[in-house]
């Protein structure tokens, strides 16, 4: 089955995503902040990307503009995961 990377530094959150996602079959790997999530999407190849925006050492938005501009990822899709709900933040994301 298809492999998701869950970028987030918050363990619990972590744990729920990885435990809902392995028990519908797919395979799961993670990274606890933008730089090495930025690493493991380059290594892993995944088929989608779960990013959380309010990350340690570089931010999700930082992040995900890094693995768009780089022609050997940036078919990846990225799903952007923040408690920020303002519509601007919404709009930041899609634009990232």
């Given at each position: 089955m298809a492999k998701i990377l869950i970028i987030e530094d918050n363990e619990l959150n972590r744990d729920m995503l990885s435990r809902r996602l392995s028990r519908k079959?797919?395979?799961?790997?993670?990274?606890?902040?933008?730089a090495l999530g930025l690493a493991a999407i380059k290594r892993e190849m995944p088929e989608i990307v779960l990013m959380d925006i309010g990350l340690p050492v570089m931010n999700?938005?930082?992040?995900?503009?890094?693995a768009k501009a780089?022609?050997?990822?940036s078919h990846i899709?990225?799903?952007a995961l923040t408690a920020h709900a303002?519509?601007?933040d919404r709009i930041k994301a899609l634009n990232a």
């Open positions: 079959g797919y395979e799961i790997v993670m990274a606890e902040d933008g999700g938005w930082d992040a995900t503009e890094a780089d022609a050997a990822i899709p990225i799903i303002l519509e601007e």
